[in-house]
């Protein structure tokens, strides 16, 4: 052990190095056996897995099957092997598709002269792309470019993209320096592709007492606050992961409205996390990791950033409730949005979901995002008496008939003096008789 300390301390790029190395590896099924190329073995090219919208299992070295959720993204990586003896001036990466599509932008990565767009060429049609570098000089280097490809939105098994390897116009090859086309056999390297149903769960928006006035007693769409008036906002579940989860991460997003953050005590350490385990209600189950805090950023928060995230691991793994409690307020008048997001890749890289305790698809995202409108009301007095912090502003405020108030105690006040001066006009004729 304190061998392998002084290794990791002293050579931390080697040991990275050797890592990628050995992540490196074909993808071909194993009964699909390699050809003689005509001696030509000094060059392999291969076909891998390289990342994938979240709940993608595509990430796994050494296997050529990938799962992916119905609708998803994922990308796959090229990577011609360079042999030591061979200078090429020219490379091709030929393959064909069936259930996916493909974002034709298939792009050589910066670790060689293919990284400059004047050098490459594409051809894209449906079902087959090919793209292929020319370079000015001749390289030893190795060649790697990435293209990215859709999942149908409908689910789907056993799509078929294969590498076509050998020294034919359709194949992926190599030129050397003198002209010679070199490939390492003629051999389909395939990836199969299952579009699958993705795992979803829910999240969703409570406004919880203070001076907010609501539609709907449990899942709002719209509420009015005075300004002024503040109100609990809680982030809960009633449909979590059905296998349980571990951690929870959440986004807020409360753009012109007051967050008001649970205090942290400065002194307790550069990292303080009281504050983020005040607002954290998810209760720790039996064999918690209760020695764990929550996490919350910004670090330390204003509440004027217009967003909050937080997450924690360790918890009640079937529970359904409320997850997180903030304090809002209204400190202007106008309609503000507060929205609970949900992952998506690439727009929304910090949005909220469960982790669950699989190595390979740990992330499960939200049914869909859930937002309410806050409205947040001018109060305004009206004959010396306030108005409830459940009326809207108008442009006049006005009574059940819609006529301006201001109008109706007008007419009434003229009534009022109108019948006054009659009546003592009538009382003086009468006595006067």
Known sequence: MELLRRVLLRWPVLVVAIFALSTLVGVARPERAAADAGGHT?????????????????NIPGQ?????????GFQLRFVMQRGTDVQWEYVRFSLDYAGVTSKDNPQFEASDACSEPANVSIDAQPGRLAFDCTLSSPSNSVASAVADFNCTATPSLDNEIRLFVGTGDGDSYI???FGERHSEAAEV????????EPQRADMHLEIEGGDAVCDLPDEPTECDVP????????????????????????EVLYGGLRYKPAPDDPSNG???DEGANAEMVWPFGPGGMQGLGALREPFPPSGEEGY????RFGGQADYAGSLLELSMACQQAGTFPITVTSERYPERPNGSHFIISDVYAPKVLLNSEDTVQIHCLAIQAVGGISMGSGVRVLPFETDSSGQPLSL??????????????????????????
């Not at 000094?42 to 595509?58: D, K, N, P």
């Not at 390297?189 to 699958?196: Q, R």
């Open 189 to 196: 390297g395939s990836m199969f592709i299952d579009c699958v």
């Open 64 to 72: 050529n099957e990938c799962s992916v959720p119905a609708g998803g």
């Open 42 to 58: 000094s060059m392999a090219f291969e076909l891998q897995t390289w990342r994938g919208t979240l709940g993608s299992v595509c």
């Open 270 to 272: 550069p990292l303080p």
């Open 227 to 250: 300004v002024g008036g503040s109100f609990t906002v809680a982030i809960a579940t009633d449909d979590p992961p059905s296998s349980g989860y571990d951690a929870i991460f959440t």
């Open 408 to 433: 109706v105690f007008a007419i009434a006040g003229v009534t009022s003096i109108t019948v006054v001066l009659a009546v003592a006009w009538y009382t003086r004729r009468r006595w006067l008789r």
């Open 308 to 311: 909050v995230r937080h997450g």
């Open 175 to 177: 030129v050397d320096e």
